[in-house]
């Protein structure tokens, strides 16, 4: 690790609380699996965390770098109106803050005060269950955990309209996932290990969704009274949820092969 680095992950450190830093390097370490796990679409879409303890400010990424250029001092810090209140030291803050990319997570933080980290992707899967008239079907125990969970915001434009949060906070709804239709997948959730984990078996049920549509077999389609029940038992509040033994191990992971995240 070069000195200019370490300089600058030391100067962000030293000015930022320890829960702030927990929550970059969190979400330094998201990015990082996103690209490690094939849900990455080039520099394009968003990761974000709420600063903690300040529900009107969140950290983005810089518009530009690869997934993998992600590191724990290199986010800017934006208020909900889209003000930079905080921008990367050295060559992260030449780089600019999507206006899109803000919108949409805007448009969560500022509406879910019980949501900390919104994640958005643009995968070859999503975008294929996205464009479908029935959305995600409950057709595996993975797609059955987010049986009516999942809400669906209509195609409209890129989103640069900021009238457009209040209807993406509107079909967001109560739940922690949301189907962009003709566009792409959103997943949220307290805190980034919860994101992560509903954002991943987001997409691994789109993929399996698209093979068994393409296999063109017939489908076993459970009852509604099963896929309802399988829906309760999930998640942060539900009988399942593994996130907190998941997210270690990926850290782990991480740390093996990838160190550079926590700079």
């Known amino acids: 690790m070069n000195t200019t680095v370490q300089s600058r992950a030391a100067s962000v450190r030293d000015r930022v609380s320890d829960a702030e830093w927990k929550v970059r390097t969190d979400l330094a370490a998201c990015y990082r699996l996103v690209a490690k796990y094939g849900m990455s679409d080039l520099i394009y ?3 974000t965390a709420k600063v903690p ?3 009107a400010h969140f950290l983005i990424n810089p518009f530009g770098l690869l997934y993998t250029e992600i590191t724990a001092s290199c986010f800017y810090t934006l208020d909900l109106d889209g003000n930079i209140v905080d921008k990367p030291e050295g060559e992260f ?3 600019p803050v999507n ?3 803000f919108m949409i997570h805007s448009a969560v933080h500022g509406a879910r005060s019980d949501l900390t980290c919104v994640m958005h992707t643009h995968t070859r899967a999503g975008m294929a269950v996205s464009a479908m008239k029935d959305g995600l079907l409950p057709i595996t125990q993975t797609a059955m955990r987010f049986y009516g969970r999942v809400g669906f915001h209509d195609y409209e434009q890129p989103t640069v309209d900021m009238g457009e949060r209040d209807r993406i906070a509107r079909d967001l709804g109560p739940h922690s996932t949301l189907i962009l239709r003709n566009h792409g997948l959103v997943a949220c959730g307290p805190s980034v290990q919860d994101a992560w984990n509903l954002m ?3 997409e691994t049920a789109c993929k399996v969704q698209v093979d068994v549509l393409s296999s063109g077999a017939e489908i076993s389609m459970p009852s509604h009274e099963l896929a309802a029940t399988m829906a309760t038992r999930y998640g942060p509040d539900g009988k399942i949820n593994f996130a907190p033994m998941e997210w270690p191990a990926l850290l782990r992971q991480l740390d093996r092969e ?3 995240y926590k700079t």
Request: glycine share 16%.
């Open 45 to 47: 879409n968003h990761i």
């Open 53 to 55: 303890g300040d529900a």
């Open 93 to 95: 803050g030449e780089f």
């Open 99 to 101: 206006r899109a990319g």
């Open 200 to 202: 991943y078996w987001l």
């Open 258 to 260: 990838e160190p550079s």
